[in-house]
C-alpha cells in the first residue's frame, strides 16, 4: 500500500518554495509591465505623429481656406501667382499608385498562387527569399532604374511619352510592392487547412481549380489585407516619384504625363532654404495630414472587409 505521509512529503518536494515562487511572480510581473509599455508606446507615438499634423496644419489653415485646399484644382504654392488645392498632388498619388497596384495586384496574386499550391519545396524556399531582397534595395535606386531603364524602354513603345511622366513611376512602384503581397498572401494560403484542400481533390478538381476555387476564398481575409499593405506603400512612396514624376503638379489622371504627388512635394519643400513658419513650410504638414488620413481610409476600409470576408468564409 502506498504510504500517505510519503505522498505528501513528494507533493512538498515538487511545490516550489515560496522565495522561488515570488521572484518568479516579480519577474513575469516585469515582464507583463515592459510588454504594456512597448504598446502603450506606440499608441504614443501615433498620437504624437497626429498632435504634430494636426498642430502645424492649423497654422496652414489659418492663413488658407479649407474650401480652396479641397476644390483648387491647382497647386503653385512655391510660385509668385499662389494657388492651394491639393487636388493636382492628389491625383498625382491616386494614378502612380494605380499603376503600381494594376502591376502588383495581379503578379503578387500569381506568385503567391504558385508558391503555395505549385512550387516544388526547393523552389518555394529559393524564390521567396529572391523576392523579399527586393525589398531591401534603397527607394532611390529604384527611382534612377525608373528613370533611366524602364521610361526609356517605354518610349521605345510609345515615343510620344516624355522623359518624365507617372507611367514609369508607377510600374516601379508596383514591382516595388510585389513582394509584400505575394509574401502575405502565400503565409494566408498556406495556413488554409489541408483537409480543405483534400476534400476538393475528392471531389475531382484539379490543383489549379482547387487553389482558384478553395483555397483563395478561404485565404480571402489575409489576401485583403496584404492588398491593403500594398496599397499603403505605394500611396507612401517617395523617391521613386521624386526622381522620376517630373515633380510637376498638374491637375492630370492621364499616367503619361509628369505630375507631382503628395510625398514628392514635401521632399521638394523639406529640402529647400524655407523660413519655419511660412504658409510654404506648414503646407507640408497640411499635405502630409492628408496622406495619413488617405492610409487611414484604406485601412479602415482594408479592415472591413477583411471582416466581412472571414464571416463569409
Do not use: C
Not at 519577474?27 to 512597448?38: A, K
Not at 532654404?273 to 507640408?284: A, N, R, V
Not at 497640411?286 to 487611414?296: C, F, P, R, W
Amino acid at each position: 500500500m502506498n504510504n500517505p505521509s510519503a505522498r505528501s512529503t513528494q507533493s512538498r518536494n515538487i511545490l516550489p518554495p515560496p522565495r522561488l515562487k515570488r521572484r518568479r511572480l516579480f519577474f513575469e510581473s516585469v515582464i507583463e509591465g515592459m510588454l504594456f509599455l512597448s504598446a502603450l508606446s506606440a499608441v504614443f507615438i501615433t498620437l504624437a505623429i497626429v498632435y504634430v499634423l494636426v498642430s502645424e496644419s492649423l497654422a496652414f489653415f489659418a492663413q488658407v481656406s479649407l474650401i480652396d485646399f479641397v476644390t483648387d484644382t491647382q497647386w503653385t504654392i512655391m510660385f509668385e501667382d499662389k494657388h492651394y488645392g491639393i487636388a493636382p498632388l492628389l491625383a498625382g498619388t491616386l494614378v502612380t499608385s494605380g499603376v503600381g497596384l494594376l502591376v502588383a495586384v495581379p503578379l503578387g496574386t500569381t506568385i503567391a498562387i504558385y508558391l503555395s499550391e505549385f512550387a516544388p519545396f526547393r523552389v518555394r524556399e529559393f524564390v521567396k527569399p529572391l523576392l523579399e531582397l527586393l525589398v531591401g534595395i534603397p527607394t532611390v535606386v529604384f527611382g534612377y532604374f525608373a528613370l533611366l531603364f524602364v521610361t526609356p524602354l517605354l518610349q521605345k513603345i510609345m515615343p510620344d511619352l516624355p522623359g518624365f511622366n507617372m507611367l514609369g513611376p508607377g510600374i516601379v512602384i508596383g514591382i516595388m510592392i510585389t513582394p509584400y503581397i505575394s509574401s502575405l498572401a502565400e503565409d494566408a494560403m498556406r495556413a488554409v487547412p489541408m483537409h480543405l484542400r483534400e476534400g476538393a481533390y475528392a471531389m475531382g478538381a484539379t490543383r489549379f481549380r482547387t487553389a482558384t476555387t478553395v483555397v483563395v476564398p478561404a485565404a480571402l481575409s489575409g489576401i485583403v489585407a496584404a492588398y491593403v499593405l500594398g496599397v499603403s506603400r505605394a500611396v507612401g512612396e517617395t523617391m521613386v516619384v521624386a526622381i522620376a514624376a517630373g515633380q510637376q503638379p498638374n491637375f492630370t489622371l492621364n499616367p503619361m504625363e509628369p505630375a507631382a504627388t503628395i510625398t514628392s512635394f514635401i521632399v521638394q519643400v523639406a529640402l529647400g532654404d524655407l523660413p519655419h513658419g511660412s504658409i510654404e513650410y506648414d503646407s507640408i504638414f497640411a499635405a502630409g495630414l492628408v496622406l495619413m488620413l488617405m492610409t487611414l481610409m484604406f485601412n479602415v476600409i482594408g479592415h472591413v472587409l477583411r471582416k466581412r470576408f472571414r464571416e463569409v468564409y
